[in-house]
């Protein structure tokens, strides 16, 4: 079992599709710019907390290194469905997307 990795390009369809965007960031990079959409879960906290990820979920952080390790992670203990964004939100902010600033919805 494995992960996969999508482009920013894909994020948008699966979104629309109901995959739910997380972003394992520290709460005060999440807090500088994230994606809209996505729900902060700091890779810190990952280990106590891996129940709280459903299947079809997209892990983001800045670049895709902390995303691709809290995937493989979660791969390893039976998680299904586990995406990673690769390039992160540097990616997303380099094609011009906005992120939004502040608390999760």
Known sequence: ????????????????NGARLVDVREHE?????????ATNLPLSELIGRADEIE??????????NRSS???AYLVSQGKTGVM?????????SREGRDLNRGEQP
């Open 84 to 92: 990673n964004l690769s390039g992160g939100t540097a990616a997303w």
């Open 1 to 16: 079992m494995t992960y996969q990795d999508i482009f920013t390009t894909e994020l948008e369809r699966k979104k629309r």
């Open 55 to 64: 299947p079809t979920t997209i892990l983001i952080c800045a670049s895709g």
């Open 29 to 37: 990079e999440y807090m500088a710019g994230h994606i809209p959409g």
């Open 69 to 71: 390790q809290a995937a």
